[in-house]
């Protein structure tokens, strides 16, 4: 669902307000900026997150590093960059530089991985308290942003994160356990995890 107002400045004020009532900026085909709180909304309960066999395997073998907020920069960046396809990126400038602000002041973060010093994946996202509101994420090479989301959700829950907004459901994240909850119950979800204290 399409909420709100284009052409408003991305301040960190407000983007942490949208945040707080379960609303997120995308840019659209014609740069501007426009702000979505969707019915269903999709999450992946950390309790309840799957890991595929070939994954296990692929993560045991040990072939990537994993950073946290190491190069916040260059994984926006490269998350914003069109897949393969006639798809326009939602991630525009504007964009890149109020979740930059947003990494600054602490609010928002990245997860890297990295193969022979190479940053080949990687997502970002947005914290309130319990809250990690995933944003995007990118792979340069087979497994990589899979890699990079099985360390986010292992990290997640040891600093004690209760929610993991990803916002629309996919057949990606679906095998990871991603599900559709009603509005209503998002902002229910929402609430709890706002209140509960958690540091990234």
């Known amino acids: 669902m399409l909420v709100g107002f ?26 501007r900026i426009y702000w979505y709180d969707p019915d269903p909304r999709a999450i992946l309960p950390l309790d309840k997150f799957h890991i595929p066999r070939s994954l296990r395997r692929t993560i045991r073998k040990g072939v990537f590093g994993i950073s946290r907020d190491a190069a916040f920069g260059e994984v926006i960046r490269f998350c914003s960059r069109p897949a393969l396809g006639p798809e326009e990126t939602w991630i525009n400038e504007t964009i890149i530089e109020a ?56 990290h997640l829950r040891r600093q004690g994160f209760v929610l993991l907004d990803i916002q ?31 540091q990234f």
């Open 6 to 31: 284009p052409d408003m400045v991305l301040t960190p004020d407000l983007l942490l307000s949208a945040y707080a009532q379960g609303i997120f900026p995308m840019a659209g085909e014609d740069d």
């Open 99 to 154: 979740y930059e602000e947003l990494h600054r002041l602490g609010f928002a973060h990245s997860i890297e991985v990295w193969q022979d010093d190479l940053l080949v994946g990687g997502l970002y996202g947005v914290t309130l308290n319990g809250l990690y509101a995933g944003e995007s994420m990118f792979s340069r090479v087979r497994d990589a942003s899979k890699v990079a989301l099985v360390y986010l959700v292992a």
């Open 168 to 198: 629309f459901l996919t057949e990606h994240l679906e095998r990871f356990g991603a599900v559709e909850i009603t509005r209503d119950a998002y902002k229910k979800a929402l609430t709890a995890a706002i209140n509960q204290p958690a």
